[in-house]
């Protein structure tokens, strides 16, 4: 017999615990070789790609979208073409518990009712393909169609929304004479409506329609592609997602299609519509859960904030030399392109050197300091699921050009989902830059176990006093936040005086 092989969440970093199935990328019965991407994991850090460690066919999928499992749980199981079902089956329940995360096997019937619709949602826009006679005239209730759009249209591409289709079916249209107006061409009821009514025909207001009971769906939707969101409101709300519209990217079900769902199925009250009406500004409010990675940020800094004593250092800094100097290498080194933000972690970079008490993390367990010999800076950089803080590895030993090189990539990776635990866990101190929003100057909160973090603010044309006399100067505010525990205020006053030496001598960091 052919080996059976498993397919678990993986361990990405240390603090990693569990992992959430956010989209599989691959269907059951498909091939894959090894470093093959097989599904998305979202963990409280990031989303990441699970690549094949190893060739294979993917039989069977048992961890759904939206589906959460520790570290290690099982998720799918692989074998060749010549392994019987049976003997998967068996495989399955010889594991014990894992085996009840993986969804029962549907009987031939059930596949045939529920599976094959299923897929073709998942691949495919919805098509009528169906071979019955067309009855000569269809006549009932407020419905009249005529007979110009009688009759079953066999094809391959037409986009029609579950309800128009269903419609359809029920009346005879022939969907291949009406013209959609959704995106790429989908038919909507509306665009049913506007068909017949053009035609001579009757076909109800669009609104009756909607107030009419709304037969729900009760086929198997595990299939159904969706983002971890919707599928969370689907199953809080008790909504079937073959019920909804597919609005969303790669062709899936989104929030906004469930939500839409839900108030279809829950209409607000005639009274407290015209209670709304009666009030010119009538706020609403909408919960939005949180996600792993909001969940995760929030409980490291109200730790932070509730353990580490926090004390806060500020300085001005004179940055004309430090743009000048950018200014000069960018215009002589066309495929170098520094930012202010870039020279200022070399700066840090070279203080923490020069002040290593600085440069270190606080382990708690233990109740000890850990010193760094290189200075390994947390960026933070703001994605749309919260925030995340890259590390520049070794910055005081980078050049200019490498740290802008490192950032790029850094921050792109960061912002699609791409970087590698190591590249984010860890670090010994950490820079957030607020400057590019027109921030002027903010305090930051201390990132554990590190000891210390620093804020900087805008690069703006401030009035200075210099030798009596007023001038104008280009300043930047830096905030530096220290954990009382391990790094003293005169210590603190150390590094701040170092950073700022560095940035108003820049020759100094070339050097």
């Not at 019987?84 to 045939?112: H, V």
């Not at 392109?337 to 708690?364: C, G, H, R, T, W």
């Not at 703006?460 to 030798?467: I, K």
Request: with cysteine; aromatic share 4%.
């Amino acid at each position: 017999m052919s080996e059976i092989k498993t397919l678990e969440i993986p361990k990405w970093g240390l603090s990693m615990e569990e992992g959430t199935i956010a989209q599989w990328l691959i269907k059951e019965g498909d091939g894959f070789n090894k470093g093959d991407e097989i599904c998305e994991i979202e963990t409280t850090k990031i989303v990441n790609v699970l690549e094949a460690p190893f060739a294979g066919t993917l039989r069977k999928i048992l961890a759904k979208d939206g589906d959460t499992l520790p570290v290690g749980g099982l998720i799918a199981v692989c074998a060749d073409s010549e392994v019987s079902d049976a003997e998967i089956e068996k495989f399955i329940a010889s594991l014990g518990g894992s085996a009840a995360q993986a969804p029962a096997a549907p009987s031939e019937q059930s596949k045939a009712e529920t599976s094959a619709p299923i897929v073709e949602k998942a691949e495919q826009p919805q098509t009528l393909t169906a071979s019955a006679p067309a009855p000569e005239k269809v006549a009932k209730d407020d419905y009249a169609v005529p007979e110009s759009l009688l009759g079953y249209q066999i094809s391959n591409e037409l986009f029609v929304t579950p309800h128009a289709l269903k419609l359809a079916e029920k009346y005879n249209v022939n969907l291949a004479k009406v013209t959609g107006s959704g995106r790429e061409g989908r038919i909507s009821v509306q665009d049913i409506q506007k068909a017949v009514q053009a035609a001579g025909g009757q076909w109800p207001d669009v609104k009756q329609q909607t107030q009419a009971k709304v037969v729900k769906s009760t086929a198997d939707d595990s299939q159904v592609l969706a983002t971890p969101v919707a599928r969370r409101l689907a199953k809080q709300w008790g909504i079937n997602l073959n019920d909804c519209r597919v609005s969303g990217t790669r062709g899936r079900v989104c929030k906004e299609d469930v939500e839409a769902v839900y108030y279809r199925n829950n209409p607000m009250p005639v009274n407290e519509q015209s209670v709304q009406c009666a009030a010119q500004a009538q706020s609403t409010v909408t919960t939005v859960a949180m996600n792993g990675m909001r969940k995760a940020i929030a409980s490291r800094l109200q730790a932070a904030k509730r353990n580490a004593p926090h004390f806060r250092l500020v300085v001005d800094l004179n940055v004309e030399a430090l743009q000048n100097l950018r200014k000069q290498i960018n215009e002589t080194v066309p495929q170098v392109k520094l930012s202010i933000n870039d020279m200022l972690i070399k700066a840090a970079a070279a203080a923490l050197i020069k002040v290593p008490e600085v440069n270190v993390q606080f382990d708690e367990a233990t109740q000890s300091i850990l010193q760094f010999s290189q200075a390994d800076i947390s960026v933070a950089v703001a994605i749309p699921n919260g925030l995340i803080t890259p590390i520049v590895k070794a910055a005081n030993q980078k050049s200019l050009a490498q740290i802008s090189d490192d950032m790029r990539d850094l921050a792109t990776r960061a912002k699609t989902g791409k970087l590698q635990p190591d590249e984010f866990q860890g670090g010994s101190f950490s820079i957030s830059n607020l400057g590019m929003l027109g921030i002027k100057e903010f305090d930051a909160i201390i990132n554990p176990p590190q000891g210390a973090i620093m804020a900087l603010g805008a690069s703006e044309s401030r009035a200075v006093v210099e030798n009596g006399n007023v001038v104008v100067r280009e300043i930047v505010t830096a905030t530096l936040s220290c954990d009382h525990r391990v790094i003293d205020g005169a210590v603190g006053a150390k590094f701040l005086a170092s950073f700022q030496q560095f940035v108003e001598n820049p020759a100094l960091i070339l050097v």
